[in-house]
């Protein structure tokens, strides 16, 4: 099975990161581009504006937001990025990077679950 690790985009970048990969709509506020090293910028796979917007406003509305976010995954463009994840964590670990302050509760945990059901 492949490996998908989750960091925050302010974290330091890692040796065993492998193939990093930015899930968020917008750039991380303050991190400069060669200081997030990413291979790929997966706008495909970040929640819509709206989705995120009712989810940062109120972070008790996870289960709402999840839901959301699961069904814009379900576009053909997302899912295209999500099978090429899948199969490069076949080779090399896949980091996915955010920027939400919750470990725990973000949109690369959703992402994360969707590559997963294509390993």
């Known amino acids: 099975m492949g490996v998908i690790r ?3 985009a302010y974290e330091l970048k890692s040796p065993d990161d492998g ?5 968020d709509r917008w ?5 400069r581009k060669e200081a997030l090293a990413i291979e790929y910028w997966a706008k ?6 709206a989705a995120a917007d009712a989810y940062n406003e109120n ?3 996870w289960p709402a937001f999840r839901r959301r976010f699961q069904e814009e995954l379900l576009a053909p463009a997302a899912q295209e990025a999500l099978r090429g994840l899948a199969e490069v964590s076949k080779t ?3 980091t996915l990077l955010y920027s939400f302050p919750d470990p725990a509760r973000n949109n690369a945990v959703v992402v994360k ?7």
């Open 27 to 31: 750039w991380p506020k303050g991190v």
């Open 92 to 94: 090399r670990p896949v």
């Open 44 to 49: 495909e796979l970040s929640p819509s504006d």
């Open 113 to 119: 679950e969707a590559i997963e059901a294509f390993l």
């Open 19 to 23: 193939c990093r990969v930015l899930v």
């Open 59 to 61: 972070p008790r509305t």
């Open 6 to 8: 989750l960091k925050r």
